[in-house]
């Protein structure tokens, strides 16, 4: 079982930053593909960002040049860069790790961007 562990989410005025971090139970050097998703109120759930274990990454158009996915594999550690946030950015945001046992998701942390 692989636990993770989001975190860094908050309240943030539109303009802001804010850097997420996914905490692994386990080392993920091994790991497929990380990536953070969001769910914003009566929305579906969307990939935001994506990194695989070779360091190719993948963005949703939406947040592409505002947004930096990176891993941190000595700390089991993925991280979510957010900068020039925007109201639409409001969401819940997950972790999900795709391994070779299956997928694995966090269980969420909220991020608010509001005046």
């Known amino acids: 079982q692989v636990q993770l562990a989001e975190s860094g989410g908050g309240l943030v005025q539109p303009g802001g930053s804010l850097r997420l971090s996914c905490a692994a139970s386990?080392?993920?050097?091994?790991?497929?593909?990380m990536g953070w998703y969001r769910q914003a109120p009566g929305k579906q759930r969307e990939l935001v960002a994506a990194i695989a274990g070779g360091g190719l990454t993948h963005y949703a158009d939406s947040v592409a040049g505002r947004f930096t996915i990176s891993r941190d594999n000595t700390k089991n550690t993925v991280y979510l860069q957010m900068n020039s946030l925007k109201p639409e950015d409001t969401a819940v945001y997950y972790c999900k790790a795709d391994t070779v046992a299956g997928g694995y998701w966090g269980q969420g942390t909220r991020v608010a961007v509001s005046s």
């Open positions: 386990r080392s993920i050097f091994d790991w497929k593909t």
